[in-house]
């Protein structure tokens, strides 16, 4: 059974960093293409950043430079640092899987219905 939870948001203030982890049960990391998605109030939910299964990292023009994704293929967790936190980053967060066929693309090709497992989301609040 497929299980993803995210931890590590919280409330920070501008220019702060928060690392957020995705816990994998169910499959391993190593063979899907990972992303983290975001949603904030009134709006659609965005892809941020991607990792293929051969490692490749794509990342949305608004946190490139800032976000960093990786994967820990021993314990089975994906990570978003995100640093120089401005309140535009202040949304819900959510780990993705998508399909088993899909090795690599940049994350700004993909929407939300090409991903098949989800995790509850982690909330990031950046004060000014």
């Known amino acids: 059974q497929v299980h993803m939870v995210e931890s590590g948001g919280g409330s920070v203030q501008a220019g702060g960093s928060l690392r957020l982890s995705c816990v994998v049960s169910?499959?391993?990391?190593?063979?899907?293409?990972m992303s983290w998605f975001r949603q904030a109030p009134g709006k659609e939910r965005e892809g941020v950043a991607g990792?293929?299964?051969?490692?490749?990292?794509t990342y949305a023009d608004s946190v490139k430079g800032r976000f960093t994704i990786s994967k820990d293929n021993v314990k089975n967790i994906v990570y978003l640092q995100m640093n120089s936190l401005n309140s535009e980053d202040t949304a819900m967060y959510y780990c993705?899987?998508?399909?088993?066929?899909?090795?690599?693309?940049?994350?700004?090709?993909?929407?939300?219905?090409?991903?098949?497992?989800w995790g509850q989301g982690t909330q990031v609040t950046v004060s000014p």
């Open positions: 990792i293929g299964t051969d490692g490749t990292t």
């Open positions: 169910g499959y391993t990391v190593r063979f899907y293409y």
């Open positions: 993705a899987r998508a399909p088993a066929w899909l090795i690599s693309t940049a994350v700004t090709n993909l929407r939300p219905r090409d991903f098949d497992y």
